[in-house]
């Protein structure tokens, strides 16, 4: 199966400030995801991301706020922007490399203080 | 759109006997149906995962059902150890379609020593 890098597995941020995610798949893909997950929770997905194309947004996120490259089909990046306390979450990126089967990444533990 | 709706939200089971998780979707064009396993601090995992052409699948101590008339899928996890003590997520997504997995909002499995 493929796999999925993923840093920085954790951080603590000042409001206000911005921090970048990054992930990294063994395999081309067409398509990676991302997510948040608060503690003990299921996963939200914040946005889908295409390569060469703008990054598709669930309802209640927006590009603004969590701005996304897909610079290639094996890379992508999620910033969180202008972080306040309320963005301290868990953050995984994912990708389907087979068609089926999705992988994670191994997720970056966000604190905003 | 797609919804997925898992239960129970938690199960203690104790150890040796089986768990059972039940998963309900609503949109008929779905034909691929995983499971994850997430243990405390890791990223989920995929354990089964089943199609739409097929009824039941078995790995070792694990299987998954699927009823497509009924729109309903379980996992079946028999003679229950403590390291299957984690948070269970099911999912339904449509493979060769470019769209969203959608996740259950996750089973937290206790097995009592």
């Known amino acids: 199966s493929a796999v999925i890098s993923q840093k920085p597995s954790r951080d603590i941020c000042q409001r206000g400030t911005s921090l970048t995610i990054q992930c990294q798949v063994d395999?081309?893909?067409?398509?990676m995801f991302w997510y948040r997950q608060q503690p003990g929770q299921s996963l939200t997905l914040i946005a889908t991301a295409n390569q060469g194309s703008e990054a598709t947004y669930e309802s209640g996120f927006v590009i603004d706020k969590f701005p996304i490259s897909r610079p290639n089909l094996t890379f992508s990046t999620l910033t969180v922007s202008n972080m306040s306390p309320e963005d301290s979450s868990i953050y995984l990126c994912?990708?389907?490399?087979?068609?089926?089967?999705?992988?994670f990444g191994s997720g970056t533990r966000l604190t905003v203080v | 759109g797609e919804n997925v709706e898992q239960h129970p939200s938690t199960l203690s089971v104790q150890e040796g006997d089986s768990a059972v998780i039940k998963c309900t979707y609503s949109?008929?064009?779905?034909?691929?149906f995983p499971w994850y396993k997430q243990e405390l601090g890791k990223r989920p995992q995929l354990i089964i995962d089943i199609r739409s052409n097929v009824g039941e699948k078995k790995d070792q101590r694990i299987a998954v059902t699927l009823n497509k008339t009924a729109k309903h899928f379980s996992l079946h996890i028999t003679e229950t150890q403590p390291e299957d003590s984690a948070v269970y997520f099911c999912?339904?997504?449509?493979?060769?379609?470019?769209?969203?997995?959608?996740f259950g909002k996750g089973t937290r499995l206790h097995i009592l020593p």
């Open positions: 949109d008929s064009a779905s034909n691929y």
């Open positions: 395999s081309q893909v067409t398509m």
């Open positions: 994912s990708a389907q490399p087979n068609n089926y089967g999705y992988t």
């Open positions: 999912a339904a997504d449509q493979i060769n379609r470019d769209d969203k997995i959608i």
